[in-house]
């Protein structure tokens, strides 16, 4: 079954299988939402990521899908790292796409060790999580399109997320 929805009320502008939507499917002159193809949003999009203290693995619930995953170092991010705040992983990064503009993802990161705390840098400004969950190696953090978090800064249906989890640095000498 083709062209079942009218244009006005389709609201995502690809579908699965990454083809503009609404468009006419059937050649009848009037573009609609198909519904040849199952549209469902996942439960979660899983990523990992190597960093110099082992594979971070990350969940993403509320995305459609996750690219652009990679580590970074904390230089590279800009701006002065937090004082007292090591980064045994680096800082992580991800663009999460997502079905509505100015909507929400959660994130869930499994670590190789603990982490403490959990800092965002954005435009070379490190700031704490505060209202991350952290809970020895799991971390889990809610991002809104378009507001502090979300790199970009446009409420666009993307969310861009450098993150670097941290643990307290102890000064030895």
């Not at 992580?92 to 509505?100: E, L, M, Q, S």
Request: charged fraction near 15%; glycine fraction near 14%.
């Amino acid at each position: 079954m083709i062209d079942a929805i009218p244009a006005a009320e389709c609201f995502l502008d690809h579908d699965q299988r990454q083809i503009l939507r609404p468009l006419d499917g059937n050649g009848d002159g009037t573009a609609a939402c198909d519904i040849g193809a199952v549209e469902a949003v996942p439960a979660y999009v899983e990523f990992s990521v190597s960093t110099p203290h082992g594979t971070i693995v990350g969940r993403v619930y509320g995305a459609l899908t996750v690219s652009g995953v990679g580590a970074h170092t904390i230089a590279s991010l800009g701006g002065t790292a937090p004082a007292g705040v090591a980064f045994p992983f680096a800082a992580i990064g991800f663009t999460a796409a997502i079905a509505v503009p100015g909507g929400s993802i959660t994130v869930e990161l499994e670590l190789p060790s603990p982490a403490t705390s959990l800092w965002k840098n954005q435009n070379g400004v490190w700031f704490q999580v505060v209202d991350a969950e952290i809970d020895g190696t799991t971390i889990t953090y809610d991002l809104t399109d378009g507001e502090a978090g979300d790199a970009d800064g446009s409420a666009n249906a993307v969310i861009v997320d450098p993150v670097g989890p941290g643990i307290s640095a102890a000064f030895t000498g």
